[in-house]
């Protein structure tokens, strides 16, 4: 084998297992957040038209950008009037940054009587890095995204992270 055949293995090597070390810590913390049953943003917007979608974040991460059509119900103070249109046998979807406040958002509904919940894989984060379509609180297209937290925020690839 020639020198420039080892130099592209080596670097073609390195090249994968830089990428799955960064990829790596963030499919570790999703996989926190699977207790409650989980849907895929494919599996999801394949769904679109037959659930609803409950933003679990903050009025302020909400105005910013949510996804079309979301209900806010928010999280340290839930607005629980929201459900009362909503079938119990109605598939919905909630949602948030990444997935940790959606899931303690769906075990409430839940016990609720809702049968149909599912907890969105990757949260909204993942929305947005799929460059899927956001929405402000005037409900114009938009492609900034609260990021939560710098701590939280590091995780988004796509689009204009603010904190405010």
Not at 90 to 96: D, M
Not at 130 to 154: A, C, F, Q, R, Y
């Amino acid at each position: 084998m020639n020198k420039a055949r080892i130099f592209l293995l080596i670097f073609q090597l390195c090249s994968v297992l830089c990428f799955s070390q960064i990829t790596k810590p963030y499919e570790s913390l999703l996989s926190q957040y699977k207790d409650l049953p989980t849907i895929t943003i494919s599996e999801a917007l394949k769904l679109k038209n037959n659930a609803v979608f409950i933003d679990t974040r903050e009025y302020e991460e909400f105005k910013v950008s949510h996804i079309p059509n979301a209900l806010f119900l928010g999280y340290n103070k839930p607005n629980w009037i929201i459900l009362n249109k909503i079938p119990k046998n109605k598939a919905i979807i909630v949602y948030c940054s990444i997935g940790a406040r959606s899931q303690n958002i769906g075990f409430k509904l839940k016990k609720r009587g809702y049968k149909n919940v599912r907890n969105l894989y990757g949260g909204f984060f993942q929305w947005s890095n799929e460059g899927l379509k956001m929405v402000d609180i005037k409900n114009n297209k938009t492609n900034k995204i609260h990021g939560h937290s710098p701590e939280w925020g590091k995780w988004i690839s796509k689009g204009n992270v603010t904190y405010q």
